[in-house]
């Protein structure tokens, strides 16, 4: 696509409910991150992809949040048993993947995550 | 990846230059320098970036002091939609973990 895609934009959950959060990069890029935005806060680093492995998990804040990446492309974040805490938005951000001078990200919109 | 500092808040008066300061005291030699804005409610947009000589593109220049250690953004006629938090990010030359501070909260005065 033109873009990162997320999805979906908004979702609302229950305390101990498991959801899952989707990001769709650009084609041919290589490079994915996660990262978590609570209100009015600055971006907390999550987990970085390249290709389909994950070299830098050390921003996942427990256990219970853990992501894939499938066929370079497509990864998904899920959250599991979530927490009030949990509610923020989610962003997506992909690149090239070849360091330095070409790290340019593109982010997504987010997805607004809201556990009641 | 190397901190940066950045003020949180600045104010500008439209039509004039905007310039956003950057500390990046223990950067090294192969890390780059990104800058980026947040509009509310949207993803983070990329500005512009260097390494150590300064650049320009169609939003902005950026001004790296020949230590490195600090930067600086210019947007050269800030108009009310340049009011944004503007990010100030280090990456080194391999792809990796990109961190992002607290920022700098830009606001364009009419």
């Known amino acids: 696509g033109a873009g990162v895609s997320q999805s979906p934009s908004n979702k609302v959950t229950e305390k101990g409910k498991d959801v899952e959060l989707r990001c769709d990069p650009i084609s041919g890029h290589t490079a994915l991150y996660w990262y978590r935005q609570s209100l009015g806060q600055g971006l907390e680093f999550l987990i970085y992809?390249?290709?389909?492995?994950?070299?830098?998990k050390s921003g996942l804040p427990s256990d219970r949040f853990s992501a894939e990446r499938t066929g370079g492309s497509v990864s998904t974040l899920t959250i599991q048993r979530t927490q009030q805490e949990d509610s923020a938005v989610y962003l997506c951000?992909?690149?090239?993947?070849?360091?330095?001078?070409?790290?340019?990200?593109?982010f997504g919109s987010g997805t607004q995550l809201s556990v009641l | 990846d190397a901190k940066t500092t950045q003020p949180p808040s600045m104010d500008c008066a439209e039509g004039r230059a905007a310039n956003l300061p950057c500390n990046h005291s223990?950067?090294?030699?192969?890390?780059?320098v990104y800058w980026y804005r947040q509009i509310h409610s949207q993803g983070p947009q990329y500005i512009i970036h260097?390494?150590?000589n300064n650049e320009t593109n169609e939003m902005a220049s950026l001004i790296i002091t020949e230590d490195r250690k600090s930067s600086t953004l210019i947007l050269p006629h800030a108009t009310l939609r340049d009011t944004a938090v503007y990010y100030c990010?280090?990456?080194?030359?391999?792809?990796?973990?990109?961190?992002f501070g607290d920022g700098t909260t830009l606001t364009v005065k009419p």
């Open positions: 223990t950067i090294s030699g192969n890390e780059y």
């Open positions: 260097g390494l150590k």
């Open positions: 990010i280090v990456i080194n030359t391999n792809a990796g973990k990109s961190t």
């Open positions: 951000a992909s690149s090239l993947g070849a360091g330095g001078a070409s790290e340019k990200l593109f």
């Open positions: 992809f390249q290709g389909n492995s994950a070299p830098d």
